[in-house]
Each structure stands twice: as C-alpha cells, then as structure tokens.
C-alpha cells in the first residue's frame, strides 16, 4: 500500500494575494514561490469565509462555514471533528506552531495534536528548542531594548523551530503533519535593509511615524479625515511596501522550509499547501486593516 504524504501546511496572515508576485504583482515580493510556481497547483479564485482570523482559520480545519459550526457561540461544539483529529486518528503525527491568540490552544485548534506549540514571548523557554532560542538571541535582546528598531522575530523563530521537528519526523517514518502560522499581518515588517527593496522617495521621518503609529495597534489612524488627502497617500504608499516586505520575509521562510525537505529526501513525499486566512485593506476606499469589511481585499485570498 502506497504511503501517505506528509503534508506543510503553512497560512500567511493577512496576506494580500495581489501583492505576490507570483500572482504577477509587479515588485518581486515571492521570487522563491515564482521559482517553483510550475511544480504546484495554483488557486486564482478562493475567498475566505470571513475577513477576520479565529472565524476563517477555524472553517479550513472544520470545513464548514462559521455559522455552521457555532462560531457565534465562541466554541467548537465536542461534536465538530477537526483536521487535526482525522489526520491523528488515520495514523499522522500532528504538530501545529503559531503565535497567534485567535490560532491557540485557548482557542480550540489543540485538539486532535501532537503537540501544539502557541509561541508568545513569555513562553519561549517552553515552546522553543534552546538552540533556537540561541540562534535569535541577539535580535530579542535587540527587540527587548529597542521596540521601535525591529519588528517581531517569532515568525523567524516558528519556521526555525517546525524545520527541527520536520527533521525528527524525517527520521521516524510516520507521516506528519504540520501547520505554521506565518503572518503579513501589521505591524507590517520596517527593516529597512528589506523595506528599501518596496520603497523609494519616502522621507525617513514618515517612515518612522508610520511604523510608530502601526506598532500602537491603531491603524484606523492612517484613514482619519483630520489627515489631508495628500499626507494619507503618503502613509498608504509606505504601509502598502512595509506588506511587501513581511510577504518578502514569508517568501524566505518558506524557501528554508522547502530546501530542508528537499535536503531530507522527502520533498516528494509531501503535500505542500500555502494559503492566507484572509485578506488586508492598504488604503483602497480609504480603508485600511481588515476584519470589518467584505470587499474583495479582505476576502480574497491565494
């Protein structure tokens, strides 16, 4: 009898699809996914059943519509099944990463795991394996002293960690499972070294504000009517390439993924799938974020 695959799932969160290249976007954000774009089926027309993250996660692992499975009622009922239980009980070792609240044991997505590894800064000693820990050392001591000079290392920490563990289960035999919760979600990634690649003519001073501004959590800031029409397109044009550049980093930590399969043997043996939970607004109609509108921004996804 023919072996089942191994699969990676990994969802990007927020992702705007049009702003992949490989969907043709203009700047190079996924030059690794355009590399590798003819060994995969790709989906031009999926939409996400919400425009916000707990809901839309919660329909790919229960394959219903939220309202199907009482989303409203703020928990799976015992009898919803999800992904993770049907893998596990057809034979597959079950492991999911994220640092999202919306994607946590809290919120239900433990059940049918392994282990569930929920990646929240006070939690690093428990979730991480210490060389991982070891590795990003300097960039979290930098983070802890300096918020306003570096974004969030989790997501470069989570595919670290899910590349040890793929390197375990390569060794075991048993298919696996394994979701990462990646993100382009804001705050949008203001490295400058990756941010200049999406960005030209913007002053250094709006750069700064705009990162300020998005890191208090208060995007509705950039599209408030106090702002002239000029000085919102400004922030817009640097919010919209600070995306490009957390697609970019996704773009890099799936292709270490990738070649760690391939340097595994088992690149083949793997169903690979590469989603969003749900779109992002950059501006378009003066809106901005996501999880309030319905437009095809916020629900269109690849």
């Not at 300096?146 to 989570?158: E, G, W």
């Not at 000085?231 to 957390?246: E, P, T, V």
Request: glycine share 4%; hydrophobic share 40%.
């Amino acid at each position: 009898m023919k072996s089942p695959p191994n699969i990676v799932f990994i969802v990007i969160d927020s992702a705007r699809w049009d702003h992949f290249s490989v969907y043709h976007y203009e700047k190079a954000t996924t030059p690794f996914l355009e590399s590798i774009a003819d060994q995969f089926l790709i989906y031009e027309n999926a939409n996400a059943p919400a425009a916000w993250t707990r809901p839309a996660i919660s329909s790919i692992f229960t394959s219903l519509y939220p309202q199907q499975y009482g989303f409203f009622e703020g928990k799976f009922p015992e009898e919803t099944v999800l992904l993770t239980e049907i893998l596990r009980a057809s034979g597959y070792k079950v492991y999911v990463l994220s640092n999202n609240p919306y994607m946590s044991p809290a919120s239900g997505f433990a059940r049918g795991t392994d282990r569930f590894y929920f990646v929240q800064p006070r939690r690093l000693p428990h979730q991480l394996h210490p060389m991982v820990l070891v590795r990003f050392l300097p960039k979290l001591v930098r983070q802890c002293l300096d918020r306003s000079a570096t974004y969030k290392v989790l997501p470069q920490m989570i595919n670290a960690q899910a590349i040890r563990i793929i390197r375990h289960l390569a060794r075991s035999g048993s298919p696996f499972f394994i979701y990462m919760h990646h993100d382009a979600h804001h705050p949008y990634l203001s490295e400058r070294k990756v941010l200049r690649r999406f960005l030209n003519g913007a002053s250094e001073e709006d750069i700064r504000l705009v990162d300020s501004v998005q890191k208090s959590g208060n995007m509705y800031w950039f599209n408030r009517e106090s702002l002239s029409r000029e000085k919102r397109q400004c922030y817009y044009r640097i919010l919209r390439a600070m995306h490009d550049a957390s697609i970019y980093r996704n773009d890099v930590l799936i292709s270490q993924t990738m070649r760690e399969l391939r340097r595994l043997g088992i690149y083949d043996k793997t169903m690979i799938i590469i989603t969003a939970d749900h779109g992002e607004f950059l501006g378009e109609r003066d809106m901005i974020s996501h999880g309030l509108y319905l437009y095809e921004e916020s629900v269109h996804v690849h």
